[in-house]
């Protein structure tokens, strides 16, 4: 969103022509009011041209990543293969995400609205401009005496009320432009921070997904305790020997505990235990 500086040819004051014949002066207010005025419009036109060309660039590519962002998930519903569906329905949902951060950019960079603030600046410039040709030209059609001190002070006058309107339009859009700098600024920042945020809790959800919990088995004898056999789900089994059996780093969810006697049979106790993320799941089992 840069903005060059702008200088034109002031009309200067009026101390310039004061001291000079009518014939000097009035082509000389004329000469440098129009001046001024192509100096302004010049510009003008020149910074829109660029701004003109990003603002088509990124509307086409926006639509065209929308058109793909719409189309590919639809045809992902009639894609044989698993892998196909997958990646039309990832490489769609990434269109979306890059015409919404191209958007974002134009948004930040202010070529299409700068391209239209121009355009309205520019075109009230001329039309400006036009009025001033035209007072210009009736005085002088209404001009029935020859030219004195008196015509050079009104044409003067006129010069400098275009001058006036030009210097308020560039103004106008000079405000317009630092209120747009400053929403653009913004703009970029709550988008860094909420995507700072996101990966914030993404790294969080992460590490509370991979951290894991344990399991803590009580066991309740009916004499002195005896030896078993202890197996979480599919495992190993392992003699233990007390009252109270712990198993650590285990992953969250539902998980299958067993308890065998060392008898003759062995009679085993099964329990479910659901173990939390980073939290401890506890169970009671009665030795047989």
């Not at 960079?109 to 210009?136: I, K, P």
């Not at 590490?207 to 009580?218: D, N």
């Amino acid at each position: 969103m840069s903005k060059g500086n702008i200088t034109v040819e002031s009309s200067g004051a009026w101390d310039a022509y004061a001291n000079n014949k009518p014939e000097e002066a009035i082509p000389e207010i004329y000469r440098r009011a129009s001046a001024h005025s192509k100096k302004a419009c010049k510009w003008y036109w020149d910074s829109i041209e660029s701004k003109r060309k990003w603002s088509w660039r990124i509307r086409m590519l926006s639509f065209s990543l929308l058109v793909l962002g719409v189309v590919l998930p639809l045809l992902a519903a009639t894609c044989a293969e698993d892998i196909d569906t997958l990646l039309c329905t990832q490489v769609g949902v990434a269109s979306l995400a890059a015409a919404g951060l191209l958007q974002g950019a134009d948004k930040i960079f202010g070529w299409s609205s700068g391209w239209l603030r121009y355009m309205t600046t520019v075109t009230a410039m001329e039309a400006a401009t036009r009025q001033f040709e035209l007072d210009w030209a009736d005085y002088f059609l209404r001009k029935t005496e020859p030219l004195n001190d008196s015509d050079k002070q009104a044409l003067f006058q006129l010069a400098k009320k275009l001058q006036n309107e030009l210097s308020s339009r560039q103004s106008d859009e000079t405000s317009k432009w630092c209120a747009e700098f400053n929403s653009g600024l913004a703009v970029l920042n709550d988008l860094i921070k909420s995507q700072r945020e996101s990966a914030e809790k993404a790294v969080e959800a992460m590490g509370k997904s991979q951290a894991g919990g344990s399991i803590e088995v009580t066991l309740v004898h009916s004499a002195a305790p005896k030896p078993v056999k202890m197996s979480l789900d599919a495992g190993d089994a392992e003699v233990f020997s007390g009252t109270v059996w712990s198993k650590l780093h285990v992953e969250p969810g539902q998980h299958e505990v067993k308890v065998t006697t060392d008898t003759t049979p062995p009679q085993t106790v099964q329990r479910i235990a659901v173990v939390p993320q980073g939290g401890v799941a506890r169970v009671e089992v009665i030795v047989p």
